[in-house]
């Protein structure tokens, strides 16, 4: 699963889809044009049962836990938020869900007000307060219970009384949420001008929970439904089954679709499995698609072929491939340097499946973002040009390190080409005179577990990461800047960076309001964190390769998380 | 005829010692010299497995990326998986690895592994067996009810349950993570389902030996009990001894690499048969010649044992029943 970073929608942000996506974002004062239903897909049909067979379950699907690319565009389909993504032929837009408007900013950016849709109701019948939508951004406050997910509420609403969860806090309350008399719209005042506020209430952390409902860590398990779809089984691990939830009304929707009647993932095949079974066209693959599976070694027999021309979806995706050097840990700068050199791009891409899978690229950041995008030497040479592994380079870096540290653990997960494109870098790493010890982690805990901190943790970090919105601060805060840590927990920022230096340029962009500025002061940051501090090395751009069945119609490239997505999808009669 | 002459004829109609008979039924038997040259062959591979990477100026660890067709989702350039004269059995997909290296590396390992724990599970099988054979009794009764409730685990289920937890137990007392940790418990795990095999076999012949003259002779020439069991008793079981090794070799070898296939065995990169077993299902259709190797590989290496260990019964016992 790939785990997605943060996005930012001012007014119009480019995605590095194939298509040529754009993500548009009405401006605050267009109002009444955001009914539902969202707009028929063409030769959509209801009915029918649609299966997904992916290798392994979702992380989370609590919204304040949620923050795997996946998993986020999947459970849409019984999580609404104030605004979200809609993808639709090839656009995507950012439309009001649970809002009714796109919200209103005022003061500077520092206080944003959103109208509320009436009468939209949870799966029981009982509406969707104001107040449930407090509650849930006040729920993801409770760190101690609920782990992982986006840090947006507590990095940007004013907190002045250290809020710290209803679970350890029961009785205080948030009073930078406050909802308006009739409970027929939301305010949020906020620490410091976040201009792109928008683009962070589509995330979870804003997500309405009915506070009687609230389950605490167990609410993974069974989430209460917002959305067209609620979930009728979930065996962790096994399998899920949602069904139609009557209560969601699409006139009040114009983000999602409900065209299937029933929904069935399994989990747990491998990729070998799901992969020729997709192709095989056979039993229940005819209707059924994988969020997490995507073509490698069947690429050779797919690629360019007639007959599945119609059931083959590639795009340029979002995400990068990288490996993040655990700075706590691998300390001196010509050691990290040592690595950057050492790891061979070929090998990688290779590993991964080739060039129909990953394109080289020095950073992380697409190439789509031109203001933040550099190109720039790694290891003083062009990735694109010279892919191989500068092998005498960095024997030369690790002669030069104080603090020679050459054992070395390599984290990755245990899915797919995980452990093959692991194995190439630690093959690459002993060449030039490392030893190397690969560790496998259960897909279920991987971004958990590498982000403990003090103990266990690993040094050289297989990761990927899509940027939540189309600017760099969606990839760049997460992913590098020091101030996400806690003594405990890394969070995003699995490099632990916290070089002063660089944290300085942080603080530097928390005022910028221009998104051409931030870009271009966060691309800046990206490559000094690459080229001088050698925290990450970036390695390529994966391009995504998805095959569904031949019944399964309206599978697409969903332009706000950027993976394969079920959202618009339909049982063909 | 002259005494001489008689005196001849009897030095060369010598008495031949049972080992002399056995060593000779065996050699005489087929199946024995093709499965015990075939048994030798892939010995000799795994022993030999460094001399290949010498003479090929290669390692079974090195990625070749010029060897992969990168358009084609990484498969090796080539007809049967790559063969050539620089790669004798192909090359590994999205790697590149060199298969004939990794083939033999492999057969290291997983010869390896399984000898060691077939000799664990055989030091621990005949001291139980005559313990328990021996003493009869009490002592018996308990050994036997062990040898019972150790056969009835499902022993994959249980070794894959039980590896990773043996192994964080032993991490977490300051050893390394890595095959250094795992390549041990793995032999540990597997002797401890093996054990049961041996002492039930070990008990049998003891307690049909401890009745037997010569042991009665010597427990009237007042020998301690210690000498009867290794002096007098253990010397004699050799040949069912001989026997359960030659048959419980290709059981742990299989049960290896039954481990790596399924996730608890060996870790990567080192080059393992159940391990390219594993990641060659993912290519059976676009490269058939990586899944063949290692299969066919374990296939004839079992064969040979167990046919090899056969007849090693048959010639040491000719009047067992089949």
């Given amino acids: 699963m790939m785990k997605l970073g943060r996005k930012t929608g001012s007014v119009i942000a480019a995605f590095a889809l194939c298509a040529g996506v754009v993500v548009a974002v009405p401006s605050a004062s267009a109002a009444t044009e955001f009914a539902g239903p969202a707009p028929a897909v063409k030769g959509a049909t209801k009915g029918g049962t649609l299966n997904i067979f992916d290798q392994s379950d979702f992380e989370h699907l609590d919204p304040a836990r949620n923050y795997v690319g996946g998993a986020l565009d999947f459970y849409r389909f019984f999580t ?40 939209v109701k949870w799966e029981d019948g009982s509406t969707i307060t104001c107040a449930d939508i407090k509650y849930g951004t006040m729920r993801s406050y409770a760190d101690d219970v609920l782990k992982g ?31 308006s008399p009739k409970g027929d719209s939301i305010t949020y005042k906020l620490s410091q001008p976040v201009p792109y506020f928008q683009s962070i209430v589509a995330y979870g952390s804003f997500a309405p929970i009915k506070k009687s409902k609230d389950t605490g860590a167990n609410y993974d398990n069974k989430p209460f439904s917002s959305g067209p779809y609620k979930i009728q089984t979930y065996n962790r691990g096994k399998d899920l089954t949602l069904i139609r939830n009557a209560q969601w009304d699409p006139k009040t929707d114009p983000t999602r679709w409900n065209y299937p009647d029933k929904i069935v993932l399994k989990f747990g095949a491998d990729q070998a499995v799901i992969e020729n079974g997709l192709i095989s066209d056979s039993g229940l693959y005819k209707t059924a698609m994988s969020l997490d599976t995507e073509l490698v070694a069947g690429l050779s027999k797919v690629v360019g072929v007639a007959k599945y021309k119609n059931r083959f979806l590639q795009y340029q995706s979002p995400y990068s491939r990288h490996y993040l050097i655990n700075m706590d840990t691998v300390t001196d700068v010509n050691v990290r340097k040592a690595i950057q050199c050492a790891i061979d791009y070929n090998t990688v891409i290779l590993a991964a499946g080739g060039s129909n899978v990953g394109s080289p690229s020095n950073s992380m950041i697409p190439s789509s973002l031109s203001n933040a995008y550099r190109k720039f030497d790694i290891c003083g040479r062009d990735v694109t040009k010279k892919p191989e592994a500068q092998t005498a380079a960095a024997k030369d870096f690790l002669s030069k390190a104080t603090v020679k540290k050459t054992d070395l653990t390599v984290a990755f997960r245990d899915k797919g080409t995980e452990k093959a494109r692991a194995s190439a870098v630690g093959a690459a790493l002993e060449a030039a005179g490392f030893k190397v010890t690969l560790k496998e982690y259960p897909v279920a805990s991987y971004y958990t577990a590498i982000a403990v901190r003090g103990a266990d943790e690993p040094d050289v970090i297989q990761g990927s990461w899509g940027y939540d919105w189309a600017a760099a601060t969606g990839i760049v805060l997460a992913l590098l800047d020091g101030r996400t840590m806690t003594k405990t927990d890394a969070k995003s920022n699995y490099s632990r960076q916290n070089d002063s230096a660089i944290q300085k340029l942080f603080e530097a962009t928390d005022s910028m309001t221009d998104v051409k500025k931030s870009d271009k002061a966060l691309g800046d940051i990206e490559q000094k964190t690459i080229q001088d501090l050698a925290t990450v090395v970036p390695v390529y751009m994966q391009i995504a390769n998805s095959i569904f069945g031949s019944k399964v119609g309206g599978v697409q490239a969903d332009g706000g998380y950027g993976t394969t997505s079920p959202a618009a999808a339909y049982i063909k009669k | 005829m002259s005494t001489q002459v008689i005196a001849e004829e009897a030095s060369r109609v010598e008495g031949r010692s049972p080992s002399r008979m056995a060593w000779e039924r065996l050699t005489k038997d087929r199946t024995a010299k ?117 056969l009835a685990f499902p022993s994959i289920l249980f070794a894959l349950a039980i590896t990773p937890v043996l192994e964080d137990v032993l991490i977490g007392r300051g050893l390394q993570a890595g095959n250094g940790t795992r390549i041990p418990v793995i032999i540990m795990v597997l002797a401890t ?9 070990v008990r049998g012949q003891v307690i049909s030996l401890r009745e037997r003259e010569f042991v009665d002779a010597a427990r009237a020439l007042g020998a301690s009990k210690f000498h009867l069991i290794f002096k007098q008793i253990l010397p004699n079981l050799w040949a069912p001894i001989l026997v359960t090794i030659a048959l419980n070799i290709p059981t742990m070898i299989t049960a290896e690499a039954a481990l790596t296939f399924l996730g608890a065995g060996v870790m990567a990169p080192l080059s393992d048969w159940g391990a390219m077993l594993l990641s060659s299902v993912a290519f059976y259709e676009v490269d058939p010649m990586y899944t063949a190797i290692p299969g066919f590989a374990l296939f004839f290496l079992v064969l040979a044992f167990n046919l090899l260990g056969d007849s090693v019964r048959d010639a040491l016992d000719p009047k067992s029943s089949r």
């Fill in chain 2, 34 to 150: 093709v499965s015990a040259t075939v048994v030798l062959i892939f010995i000799c591979l795994s022993v030999f497995a460094p001399l290949f990477a010498w003479l090929t100026k290669d390692t079974p660890n090195a990625f070749h990326p010029e060897t992969l067709d990168s358009a084609m989702g990484a498969l090796p350039i080539g007809k049967l998986g790559g063969v050539s004269g620089d790669h004798w059995f192909g090359v590994e997909p999205q790697t590149g690895r060199d298969l004939f290296l990794r083939f033999v590396y492999g057969a290291r390992t997983s010869l390896s592994i399984a000898l060691a724990a077939t000799f664990v599970a055989t030091v621990i099988g005949v001291v139980i067996g005559l313990v328990s054979g021996f003493f009869g009794g009490k002592i018996d009764q308990f050994l036997s009810r062990l040898m019972e409730i150790v």
């Fill in chain 1, 80 to 119: 609404r938020a104030l605004l979200n993504y809609r993808t639709y032929e090839g656009k995507t837009e950012l439309l009001p869900d649970l809002a009714a408007d796109m919200g209103t900013a005022s003061e500077n950016a520092t206080v944003w007000t959103f109208k509320l849709r009436p009468n």
């Fill in chain 2, 193 to 201: 389902f093996g054990w049961p095999y041996i002492a039930r076999i």
């Fill in chain 1, 149 to 179: 997910g986006t840090t947006y509420a507590k990095d940007f609403l004013d907190n002045p009384g250290n809020y710290k969860g209803p679970y350890i806090q029961p009785s205080a309350d948030l009073p930078s949420i406050t909802c």
